[in-house]
């Protein structure tokens, strides 16, 4: 006569991932979102099932790209008794026209004129931390030439970089005033061949 004995080890649920796409300014100012998670379990019978979870995040400021936030006890269930797994929130900031982010450093596009390039001028530049800061440019900036702005990246421990992409952009002539000025330059470069 043989029975086989119930086996009731408490296991620990399995930890969980979840993505999150936030704005930029959430790396700056930080912010609390509500999300809601689609997370497959075991129901009472050991059916796999979905079950819809809302939960309130706090994000701080100061999170990198790919940085994670950890919800403890919020991931799957226990197994007999045992306690819950965690949650694992990875922080993205999706990359826009203007903006990209790696890891805490944030590369920002600035359109310029020829004449701000050639000259070396100072421009304002709007940060995505809402400040605006003025910018000496280097005569003779190039396009895809980046300027560091030390520490005004997202503010994690240690603070990123911002850097400054630029792009000149040159002016549309629709009077006869601008040709004649593109005429005077093209003259006053006739030795310049960009081929």
Sequence with gaps: ???QRQNSTRHKGEDQ???LEVDLEVG??????????QIPTLNAYGEA???RKTLEVKIPKGMKEGQQIRLSKQGQAGINGGE?????????YPAT???HVEGANVFCHVDISPWEAALGQNIEVNLPNGRNVNVSLPKNAKTGQQLRLKDQGIPSQPAGHLYLILNIVLPVAQTDQQLRAYQDFAEAFHQFNPR
């Design 1 to 3: 006569y043989q029975y």
């Design 17 to 19: 991932h979840a993505r």
């Design 28 to 37: 700056f100012h930080g912010t609390t979102q509500t999300i809601t998670l």
């Design 49 to 51: 099932e979905i079950q």
């Design 84 to 92: 819950n797994g965690d949650l694992y929130i990875e922080i993205h």
């Design 97 to 99: 026209h203007r903006y």
